[in-house]
């Protein structure tokens, strides 16, 4: 028997072996759920975790909205700190973010370099007095990376 009628009697087989494989169907659809299933699983809980941290992050937006509509109409930090620990528990729940409200004064814009509140600058311009309000939350995501969101929002009051 010579070399090629060896190879070829083998590439027969061989071809025959792929036909029959290739034909064959039965458990083919289990495999393809155990290799698509886990992929599957995963895609679906990053997007119930990125859908949570975005809500997440709108609840504490509108903490510190709410926080700056009551800062804009009382004035008053302690009201300002209510509402906005309020807002958050009903959208994070109890004691899941904090909150600060501080007032300082600039001459000037916000990013102006802060002096005493009764300070009078250039002449006889008032000083600008702003409210500065900064919330802070930990998200903990169950596949993506723990996120500290800290928003802040400044209010000019005169």
Known sequence: MSAATKNRGYRVRMRAFLHRFGRETNGSSVVEFALLAPI???MT???FDVGKSISDRMA???ALRNGLQVAMMTGSIDDTLEMMETT???GLGTDQASFQVTQFCTCGTVSASQVSCTNICNGTD??????KLDGQFHHNGWLMPNIQFTPT???QQR
């Open 153 to 155: 929002l400044f209010l």
């Open 88 to 90: 958050a528990e009903s």
């Open 45 to 47: 809980l990053a997007t």
């Open 126 to 131: 008032p000083t600008s007095v702003f409210l």
């Open 60 to 62: 504490m937006d509108a």
């Open 40 to 42: 599957m699983l995963l």
